[in-house]
């Protein structure tokens, strides 16, 4: 097996302890929020036309866009903690067109629908810009577009061939950077050549866009209960009861926004695991440090390794440098416990380094995990239940922060019993497999997760059980 340009270009264990000396365990993007009087919780007995259960993305969107449709309706969000805590304040804030976790994933899976996917894709993230202009949220919205960058020999071809299938397809805003331009555009010496893609992705701050979609749909009129967590839904004649901890709403339609928490829907239970994904924030880089990189684009950055970084600037010029460690835990357990994880955070500041050994110096002010809500399509499932009154999105796989708009408009359109051009994709209709019991989970993850590392380590070849997979289709690269 060789070795990765981290593995051989490892920077200092001194400059490793001195860049996380005093960094606090804490979300940056939160943090970086005003302090909110806590929205109160559900008490008693009371009815609404449609409930939703979480306050992130997919719930905030699903709210906003109900009370679009129908200003006179009661919509109603329930959320057990607070609005945006858990992968909506977590996440890197790239907004991605890609509905399917990227056009091969899709290609694989949806090969009739991929070409109508992304573009409707790219009119979902298109109205995401719109929508967050029109209700005046001040997310720090950049559609600076986002780079794949190799870093290994092998992954060159890879590039070659993503340009030559844009080109044949017509697409747009997809540029093929030699080592030289994109050393030019970013100054890292791990670079040896990218892709550009100006069109398909957005950064933005993720505590302010669920903080903004809250407030938008408050000012709608839509009603956010905090720290009221739902236990159950019982049937109620025609409608559905959603069972908080202190107080119960009957609904006509319920939409569940839970992510990667356990589903209130007994047939969902095993179709997501969590897999914990971690990240840092550096202090501001001064005008000499930028200088120093370049990014004068700003764009996103992913490298192209299976077990991939991401980065990108914040509007205030620090780094978030996420990604590499993807870590499951056994019986599908969600823990503050494994956020605080010293070994991922010492590797991703060691990889970091070696990505910019100018920054020497430069400290981390913010460590933090987020568990991502994985299915075996990898990206979003949706359906209905409770004969078309409850409707469920869920399984992002980590690139869900401009496909929860358009999830949002797929779970309204399943309640309203529409047929529509969304709702009539293979993809949707269509149920993705679930996750085996454990310990067979746990067995077949760990094994999946070691097989990735070793193709990493192989110039990208997949062994038998990655090569199984991919024929089953549970295959993942990236």
Not at 54 to 81: C, F, H, I, M, N
Request: net charge negative.
């Amino acid at each position: 097996m060789g070795t990765t340009v981290f593995e051989r270009q490892r920077p200092a264990a001194s400059v490793i302890r001195h860049s996380l000396s005093g960094t606090r365990q804490g979300v940056f993007w939160l943090d970086d929020l005003p302090v909110t009087p806590a929205r109160v919780r559900v008490s008693g007995e009371s009815t609404a036309d449609l409930v939703v259960v979480g306050a992130g993305y997919t719930g905030l969107w699903t709210a906003l866009q109900a009370k679009r449709r129908d200003p006179s309706s009661r919509v109603v969000v329930v959320e057990a903690r607070t609005v945006g805590w858990a992968a909506s304040g977590r996440n890197g804030g790239f907004c991605e067109a890609s509905l399917t976790h990227g056009r091969d994933n899709g290609l694989s899976r949806w090969p009739d629908e991929i070409d109508r996917l992304d573009e409707m894709g790219l009119e979902n993230l298109d109205g995401m810009g719109e929508d967050i202009a029109a209700y005046g949220i001040d997310a720090d919205w950049e559609r600076v577009g986002s780079l794949g960058v190799a870093t290994e020999p092998h992954q060159l071809e890879w590039l070659d061939e993503w340009a030559a299938d844009a080109a044949s397809r017509g697409e747009e805003g997809v540029l093929r950077l030699s080592e030289a331009e994109v050393q030019a555009s970013i100054a890292s010496p791990t670079y040896l050549g990218a892709v550009w893609e100006q069109r398909s992705t957005a950064i933005v701050h993720p505590g302010k866009l669920a903080a903004g979609l809250a407030h938008a749909a408050e000012e709608a009129g839509v009603e956010i209960f905090e720290n009221s967590p739902v236990h159950a839904l019982d049937d109620a004649g025609d409608k559905v009861r959603v069972v908080a901890t202190h107080g119960r709403i009957t609904a006509g339609r319920v939409a569940l926004a839970t992510n990667v928490f356990p589903s209130l829907l007994k047939r969902n239970r095993l179709m997501t695991v969590p897999v914990y994904d971690y990240a840092l924030m550096t202090e501001p880089l001064s005008s000499e440090q930028l200088a120093a990189i370049g990014w004068n684009d700003r764009q996103g950055i992913s490298d192209l390794a299976n077990q991939f970084h991401y980065y990108r600037l914040s509007r205030d010029n620090r780094i978030l440098f996420g990604g590499y460690d993807a870590v499951y835990h056994y019986g599908r357990r969600i823990r503050t416990q494994y956020e605080d994880r010293p070994s991922s955070f010492e590797k991703l500041a060691g990889h970091f380094f070696t990505t910019f050994p100018q920054l020497d110096g430069l400290r981390f002010t913010h460590k933090w995990a987020g568990a991502i809500d994985t299915s075996t399509q990898f990206c979003a499932f949706y359906g209905t239940a409770r004969q078309g009154r409850v409707a469920y999105a869920a399984g992002f796989t980590g690139l869900g922060v401009a496909a929860t708009r358009f999830a949002a408009d797929v779970m309204l359109d399943l309640l309203a019993g529409e047929r529509t051009e969304r709702t009539e994709l293979e993809m949707v209709r269509r149920r993705p497999l679930p996750f085996p019991p454990e310990p067979a989970a746990a067995m077949g993850i760990n094994a999946t997760r070691w097989s990735l590392d070793r193709a990493d380590h192989n110039r990208g070849r997949r062994n038998l059980l990655l090569k199984t997979l991919d024929a089953l289709g549970l295959g993942f690269d990236s």
